[in-house]
C-alpha cells in the first residue's frame, strides 16, 4: 500500500541539488533549466529566478575532452552518466560534486527530460588530494618522496625514448651527517635538512624535480640536461649546500656534500637503473674524500674537474 504523500515534497526537501533540463529541439548538447530545488539555490548561490530557463552547462563540467564525449554519447543513449566534477558557484568559488545525470520520461513515456542529483563532496575531495599529497610529499621538507620522483621520471624517460633528450640525476649525500645528528642533536639535524631542502628548491628550474630521497639523502632531476651540464650544475650545488650557516648553541653550523652524477641511456627502461649508477658515482664521492662530485659514463668513474670549488679535499 502506498502511503499518501508528494514525492515533490521529498524532492524540495532533499539536502542534494536536484535539477531537471530539458534538451532544445532533442539536441542533448544543448539543454534548458526547467526546475531546481531550494538545495539548489542554497549551495550554489545562485536563486531559481536566475536559473530557471537558462542553458545548462552540464557537459561543461566536465574538463577533459575525451571524457566529454563519451558522457555526451551516454547522455544520448540515454542512460545514466556518474562523475565526480568540479562545478563553480555563484560566488566564483569552487567545489566539488558528485553527480547522477538520468533520462526523464514525459507522460507520453518519451525520455524529454534529464534530471541531474548533485551532492558537495568538497571536504571529501580535499582530504583525497590532501592524502594524495602526503603520499608523495616528504613531511620534513616538503620536497618530493621516492615514489613521487619515479612517477614524474616516467615521463622524462618516454620522452628521451622518443627524441632522445637526456637527463641527469643528481645523487646527494650529506657527508658525517650521523656525526653531526650526534655532536648537535636531531632537532639541529632536521633544520639542516630542512635548510639544504630550501636551498635546492630555490635553484630549481620549472622543469627540474627535487626529492628526499632518504634519512640524508637527495635527488636532483635534471630535465634536458647533459652529463658536462649537469657536472656544472652539481658544483654549484655542492657550493650551495656548503655555504648554508645555522647557528646552534651559539656556534655556527656547516655540513659539506658528496654528489654522483648519471645520465640516462638507452638501455634504461626506469628511474632506478639510473639511480643505481648515481649512487656508484656518489660512494666513489666519499671514498675519494668526500665533498666532491663525480660523474659516471660508460663505468668510468670521473672527478668532475672545471667545476669551481668542486674538486675533493
Known sequence: MVDDFRFEDIVESAHDIIIVTKP????????????????????????????LGKKAKLLELFEDEAERAEVLTT????????ATVR???????YHWLNLIIAPLKDLNGEYSYFA???????????????????????????????????EL?????????????PFCLLAIDLDYFKKFNDTWGHTVGDRMLKAVAEKLL????????????????????LADTTLEQAGKAAGRVRKL????????????????????????????ETLDSVLERA????????????????????????IVNGTRGASCK
Do not use: W
Request: charged share 35%; net charge negative.
Open 116 to 150: 541531474t542529483i548533485e551532492r558537495d563532496v568538497t571536504r571529501e575531495q580535499e582530504l583525497i588530494d590532501k592524502l594524495e599529497e602526503l603520499s608523495k610529499t616528504d613531511p620534513l621538507t616538503g620536497l618530493l618522496n621516492r615514489r613521487a620522483l619515479q
Open 241 to 268: 649546500i656548503s655555504n648554508i650557516d645555522i647557528v646552534a648553541d651559539e656556534e655556527h653550523v656547516v655540513i659539506t656534500p658528496s654528489i654522483g652524477i648519471a645520465e640516462i641511456t638507452k638501455s634504461d
Open 153 to 165: 621520471a616516467q615521463a622524462e624517460i618516454s620522452r628521451f625514448q622518443r627524441t632522445g633528450t
Open 75 to 82: 547522455m544520448k543513449d540515454r542512460l545514466p552518466v556518474k
Open 24 to 51: 532544445d529541439d532533442g539536441d542533448v548538447a544543448r539543454q534548458t533549466i526547467v526546475y531546481v530545488n531550494p538545495a539548489f539555490t542554497v549551495v550554489t548561490g545562485y536563486s531559481r529566478r536566475e536559473a
Open 87 to 93: 562545478s563553480r558557484k555563484k560566488t566564483g568559488e
Open 202 to 221: 630555490n635553484q630549481e628550474r620549472d622543469y627540474d624535480y627535487v626529492a628526499r630521497t632518504g634519512g640524508e639523502e637527495f635527488c636532483i632531476l
Open 279 to 302: 649512487d656508484k658515482a656518489l660512494y666513489h664521492a666519499k671514498d675519494s674524500g668526500r665533498n666532491c662530485v663525480v660523474s659516471i659514463e660508460d663505468g668510468k668513474l670521473t
